[in-house]
């Protein structure tokens, strides 16, 4: 018995030194996590004021010296409703490679002659410290990008649509509330904001503007894509107000669409093998999962019998 207890105390004071070690440690890191984030921001406020003070001025709100002679004023940095959301390697990328390398201005040139990634990585710490409302970093999820992503007509991009602008899926896809497609928008719909923006200086922008001089539709790859024998109505999933995000995926995060859905050989093998894969998205099999589950968490009466979508 005495040698339990003996054995309790020497656990427990084990416990205890454990304890205070972790609590010594933590607050050891803390102090200097927060001095190198200090330290980035204060370098890279310095490499800011060297490389971009010029076009966007001392305080980042566009009005650097040599921000009148752009015809596509530069951005303001301090814009935490347009900035927060645009995550880091966007960010990296415009910095490093220049604003065509994200379908922007060409008027913002590329610093990788000048900066090296650290440094980048800096100047993107400074420039969330001047954001207002403040920066959080969950508010920039990472980009997604998809290898099976076809290569457009024209560089749009919904990171800067969908992601930073936050312009609704429905603005430019109108029919998806009232017809069985969502629709792509059409030249007009473009030129309403881009008869003006970018419209001088930007060569993705241009490209609009010469379709529109054809009286050509823009020639877009389609990315999703249900068997022809299937009848998949936009109408009722959008009244029933399903997110687009749903389907499609986290579009607002994706430099350039892409789908990985549909069925694959290799599940159609495992299930002869007699597993259970989990069905692919817009596959029949996923569909119904999803019909079964709003029914059961919302209530709906989403249709399972098979005439509904094929007919």
Same mark, same amino acid.
């Given at each position: 018995?005495?040698?339990?207890?003996?054995?309790?105390?020497?656990?427990?004071?084990?416990?205890?030194?454990?304890?205070?070690?972790?609590?010594?440690?933590?607050?050891?890191?803390?102090?200097?996590?927060?001095?190198?984030?200090?330290?980035?921001?204060?370098?890279?406020?310095?490499?800011?004021?060297?490389?971009?003070?010029?076009?966007?001025?001392?305080?980042?709100?566009?009005?650097?010296?040599?921000?009148?002679?752009?015809?596509?004023?530069?951005?303001?940095?301090?814009?935490?409703?347009?900035?927060?959301?645009?995550?880091?390697?966007?960010?990296?990328?415009?910095?490093?490679?220049?604003?065509?390398?994200?379908?922007?201005?060409?008027?913002? #040139?590329?610093?990788?002659?000048?900066?090296?990634?650290?440094?980048?990585?800096?100047?993107?710490?400074?420039?969330?410290?001047?954001?207002? #409302?403040?920066?959080?970093?969950?508010?920039?999820?990472?980009?997604?990008?998809?290898?099976?992503?076809?290569?457009?007509?024209?560089?749009?991009?919904?990171?800067?649509?969908?992601?930073?602008?936050?312009?609704?899926?429905?603005?430019?896809?109108?029919?998806?509330?009232?017809?069985?497609?969502?629709?792509?928008?059409?030249?007009?719909? +473009?030129?309403?904001?881009?008869?003006?923006?970018?419209?001088?200086?930007?060569?993705?922008?241009?490209?609009?503007?010469?379709?529109?001089?054809?009286?050509?539709?823009?020639?877009?790859?389609?990315?999703?894509?249900?068997?022809?024998?299937?009848?998949?109505?936009?109408? #009722?999933?959008?009244?029933?107000?399903?997110?687009?995000?749903?389907?499609?995926?986290?579009?607002?995060?994706?430099?350039?669409?892409?789908?990985?859905?549909?069925?694959?050989?290799?599940?159609?093998?495992?299930?002869?093998?007699?597993?259970?894969?989990?069905?692919?998205?817009?596959?029949?099999?996923? +569909?119904?999962?999803?019909?079964?589950?709003?029914?059961?968490?919302?209530?709906?009466?989403?249709?399972?019998?098979?005439?509904?979508?094929?007919?």
């Amino acid at each position: 018995m005495r040698g339990r207890v003996i054995l309790l105390g020497f656990v427990g004071a084990a416990a205890a030194c454990g304890y205070f070690v972790w609590v010594a440690l933590t607050a050891s890191i803390a102090p200097a996590r927060a001095s190198a984030d200090r330290g980035g921001v204060k370098a890279g406020r310095e490499l800011y004021v060297r490389h971009c003070a010029t076009c966007h001025g001392d305080g980042g709100r566009g009005d650097g010296a040599s921000a009148a002679a752009f015809a596509t004023k530069p951005a303001d940095l301090t814009d935490g409703r347009l900035m927060n959301g645009l995550p880091d390697e966007f960010l990296f990328n415009v910095i490093m490679h220049g604003g065509p390398a994200e379908g922007l201005s060409p008027g913002m #040139p590329p610093l990788s002659a000048y900066l090296g990634d650290d440094q980048a990585h800096q100047v993107i710490q400074y420039v969330r410290s001047v954001a207002v #409302p403040p920066f959080r970093p969950e508010t920039a999820k990472p980009l997604v990008s998809l290898p099976q992503a076809p290569r457009q007509p024209i560089l749009f991009s919904h990171v800067v649509h969908a992601g930073s602008f936050q312009i609704p899926c429905q603005y430019c896809h109108a029919d998806a509330r009232r017809s069985e497609y969502a629709g792509l928008p059409s030249v007009e719909r +473009c030129l309403g904001c881009h008869k003006i923006i970018g419209a001088q200086d930007n060569p993705e922008i241009a490209k609009i503007h010469d379709y529109a001089n054809r009286g050509q539709p823009i020639p877009w790859v389609r990315v999703f894509k249900v068997p022809e024998f299937t009848v998949f109505p936009h109408k #009722p999933h959008v009244r029933f107000g399903l997110e687009c995000q749903t389907c499609h995926g986290p579009i607002e995060r994706m430099r350039v669409v892409g789908a990985d859905t549909g069925p694959k050989l290799r599940d159609d093998l495992t299930r002869l093998l007699g597993f259970r894969p989990p069905p692919r998205p817009l596959t029949m099999g996923w +569909c119904v999962d999803c019909h079964r589950e709003q029914n059961t968490t919302r209530g709906s009466h989403a249709p399972l019998e098979c005439v509904v979508c094929h007919h």
